[in-house]
């Protein structure tokens, strides 16, 4: 072959400034088999942890660059979009880029002990590799701008989050039933997600989001089109556990490894939606009498039916973490509640609810697994009294457990009092009204916890000790964390503000 | 509804038909074997629909000739939807993988790969828990 | 026990080196003509696996042992992102081929690609061999009148 002549050099060097937005994803992806590469047990939790921290950082980084309502587009192998891949940050998913890499860096301090204690040692290397895959790929789902790569991401973190789930084999034979059911599910709402990407390619001819969202404004809805629109629903919805869609949920978050029900009930959903919204305001605009219609008379019912239906069953749980994935369901149901809104204000209800939540049920499914290690399992009647033995432990749940009823003060307040503006806003009282009296549901199944920690004689044959500090210190984070989100509404709202205005207005970059 | 229309969507009615089936069994079945390869036909049918998307009439496949010279006016078929399928393909390897592992799991656990029986164990289980924890506490739902 | 299927036993020894060659080939032409990483890891994991069905798995563990097979796929993962960090550290895109060599990128793209199927193709093999064995390695818990 002839040798061609060298070019002058003419790029520009980028500076790492400039590779933030993949350094996100690389360097947690790079970390994964780099654990399994050296299989040392002493690297393994290290290496994780470091990884986590270095994605917290980056995630700020990049959400300091964007707070202002502007966007970094970075192309990825040199690709212009709409050919290439293209990672988009905006407001929207830089905020939630830093909430899932802030949950999971303060989760795995907590996640050594617990891990030790419910995962069998020779597994711990491919564990924590897996948990960085699934964290990869739900920082993978946010960042990116492409609708393909979005379906590839959301596979990598569900076949990893399959695995972590199954790893709870170990305490409980269910742990495998659960994982399989939700792998079938899982699969089924992944891939009629990307049947609904193949429909939108076919109508539009494109991958890129900005660019799908381009064409579609320009030519306006069509049949291909609303069948994508239903389809990526559906899928997503699957995935996000909205209402009839949830019944993976309950299982998987009971049966999983503590830590990991930590992660996925504070992360994994929320990506999902976040998902939703992006393709509800970004891509399909809204103003189609199809998607709003279907929006306003499927998902809000069954955004409504899930605040109560789920608060209901979980009041008549004996198990704390079930009744916390029970719970899960019935704020999900807030969080579509906001999305069916249509309205700036519901997104930001919706947005804020993310963030508020996820830092809520990180907390107390932190402290149902510090429970669970000194008490065997979080059986009511296994953990009560625990409130004497394990006096931290249990007043951490008991605020985190103000926060998810939405006691004025706590996160959960902000987001909820948010909610219900919303829906004043748009004329919707009886939806308000509903919001408010699904909170009392909550009430009911926190004081049972309550009542359970404090007011009952410890069961016999429980360890009376507190958990140990590496526990300790990260529910406590997360515990204050809901009380400074409850006062400091500056960081959450703003930001949340931010992204609903660009989610609706398309000053994303989504539209020019 | 004219002849043309269905002969000319052929593959769009394969689609619907293997997903239909494939879908059908995996809720209709209760070996786990069978829902995983239920799963699969119902991932197949995906396959299809994008790979029906690529095809344009008259096209060929779209490999450079070795010459490097391409002539305009040949046609070629659109390669973007087969790499989309080539990475789903990976990722239903993964899924059928991970599953049939988890099956084998489940075997060894409980002695069967029949949801029924599963179905009944697990049933057992929770009667039994609610007897050991759920009293003290009124039951569960 | 090994005594059966002679025929077999002959055809996989002359066969599983002939199989890992087109592998090679496939992997290492991918970039001129079809192929690539997915193909030829899996034709090369095939060899190993027939060797493992004729041979039992542990004589096939012999040549390819399980903990060299999950350092493999690691590794492959590892090449293809190192591919792309060292583009990016000479101030390019991540997977941007041009970095490889930026007064040459003609030469850059195909080194790029080369480098990166071959670790698609390391980590396909290591996957495929790693599932085989993790099924083949389990206790037969069904007894013969099962089926």
């Known amino acids: 072959m002839a040798v061609e002549p060298a070019i002058e050099v003419t790029q520009i060097a980028l500076t790492l400034k400039e590779q933030l937005p993949i350094l996100q994803i690389v360097v947690p992806f790079v970390a994964a088999p780099l654990i399994v590469f050296f299989g040392s047990r002493s690297l393994t939790w290290p290496i994780t942890f470091a990884a986590s921290a270095i994605s917290l950082w980056i995630s700020v980084a990049l959400l300091l660059q964007v707070a202002d309502g502007g966007f970094i587009s970075y192309q990825i192998g040199g690709w212009a979009p709409p050919l290439g891949i293209e990672y988009r940050v905006d407001a929207a998913n830089a905020y939630l880029l830093v909430l899932i890499s802030a949950i999971s860096t303060v989760i795995l301090p907590y996640a050594r002990k617990s891990v030790a204690s419910e995962v069998a040692r020779r597994h711990h290397t491919l564990f924590y590799a897996c948990y960085l895959l699934c964290f990869t790929g739900l920082m993978g789902v946010v960042i990116t701008g492409d609708a393909f790569n979005i379906f590839v991401f959301v596979e990598i973190s569900s076949l990893s989050t399959y695995a972590l789930i199954a790893a709870g084999a170990g305490r409980d034979k269910r742990a495998l039933t659960a994982a399989y059911d939700y792998l079938i599910m899982g699969t089924i709402g992944a891939t009629f997600f990307v049947i609904g990407i193949g429909f939108l390619y076919m109508a539009t001819g494109t991958l890129n989001l900005a660019d799908i969202a381009e064409r579609i404004a320009e030519h306006g809805g069509n049949r291909t089109i609303h069948a994508a629109f239903a389809f990526i629903i559906v899928g997503m919805g699957l995935k996000a556990a909205i209402y009839p869609m949830h019944l993976w949920l309950p299982a998987a978050y009971t049966y999983a490894p503590s830590a990991v029900s930590a992660f996925l009930a504070a992360t994994a959903t929320k990506a999902a939606i976040y998902v939703i919204l992006r393709f509800v305001f970004s891509v399909f605009q809204p103003d189609f009498a199809f998607q709003s219609l279907a929006l306003e008379f499927i998902l809000m019912p069954l955004a409504v039916l899930a605040m109560f239906a789920a608060s209901f069953i979980a009041v008549f749980q004996s198990d704390l973490k079930r009744m916390l994935a029970y719970s899960s369901v019935a704020q999900i149901g807030y969080m579509v509640l906001g999305i069916t809104l249509l309205t700036q204000t519901g997104v930001t209800a919706t947005i804020v609810h993310l963030f508020n939540h996820g830092i809520t049920k990180a907390a107390l499914f932190m402290g149902a697994g510090a429970l669970a290690l000194r008490a065997g399992s979080s059986f009511y009647d296994r953990i009560q009294g625990m409130g004497r033995t394990m006096p931290l432990t249990s007043a951490a749940i008991v605020i985190a457990g103000l926060s998810l009823i939405g006691v004025p003060g706590t996160a959960g307040f902000i987001s909820k009092f948010v909610l219900v503006e919303a829906a004043l806003d748009k004329g919707w009282w009886l939806v308000a009204l509903l919001v408010v009296f699904s909170s ?62 660009g989610l609706l207005a398309g000053t994303t970059g989504m539209l020019k | ?118 179905l009944d164990i697990e049933y057992r289980l929770t009667q039994h828990e609610n007897a050991v924890h759920g009293d003290a506490m009124g039951g569960r739902a | 026990m090994m005594q059966h299927h002679l025929i077999l036993r002959v055809v996989v020894k002359i066969l599983a080196p002939a199989i890992i060659l087109f592998g090679l080939y496939v992997q290492f032409h991918g970039d001129y003509s079809p192929g690539g990483g997915f193909q030829a890891g899996v034709i090369i994991a095939a060899a190993f696996i027939i060797y493992g069905i004729v041979f039992g798995l542990k004589q096939a563990q012999q040549v390819l042992p399980g903990w060299v097979v999950h350092k493999l796929i690691a590794l492959g993962v590892l090449i293809y992102a190192g591919t792309g960090i060292y583009s990016m550290m000479a101030g390019y895109t991540f997977l941007d081929y041009d970095g490889l060599s930026p007064a040459y990128p003609t030469g850059g793209q195909h080194n790029g690609i080369l480098l990166v199927e071959f670790g698609v193709g390391v980590t396909v093999t290591g996957a495929m061999v790693t599932i085989y064995y993790a099924f083949a390695g389990r206790p037969p818990r069904i007894s013969d009148e099962e089926w």
């Open chain 1, 440 to 501: 009392l549901l909550a009430v009911v199944y926190v004081w049972r916890v309550f009542e359970t920690l404090y007011l009952n004689a410890p069961a016999a044959g429980t360890i009376r000790q507190e958990a140990p500090l590496s526990m300790l210190i990260p529910l406590w984070i997360m515990a204050l964390a809901t009380i400074y989100f409850g006062f400091d509404t500056q960081l959450t709202l703003g930001a949340a503000r931010t992204a609903a205005e």
């Open chain 2, 1 to 118: 509804m004219s002849w043309e229309f269905i002969v000319g969507h052929l593959p769009y009615w394969l689609f619907i038909t293997l997903m239909m089936t494939g879908l059908y069994i995996v809720v209709a079945k209760g070996n786990y074997v069978k829902k995983i390869v239920g799963l699969n036909i119902f991932q197949t049918s995906v396959f299809m629909l994008y790979i029906s998307i690529g095809k344009i009439t008259g096209g060929t496949a779209p490999i450079f000739p070795l010459d490097l010279e391409v002539d305009p006016e040949t046609v070629y078929s659109n390669p973007l939807p087969h790499v989309l399928i080539l990475t789903a393909i990976v990722v239903g390897i993964a899924t059928t993988a991970l599953g049939l592992a988890l099956i084998v799991r489940i075997r060894e656990e409980y002695g069967s790969i029949e949801e029924d029986v599963i």
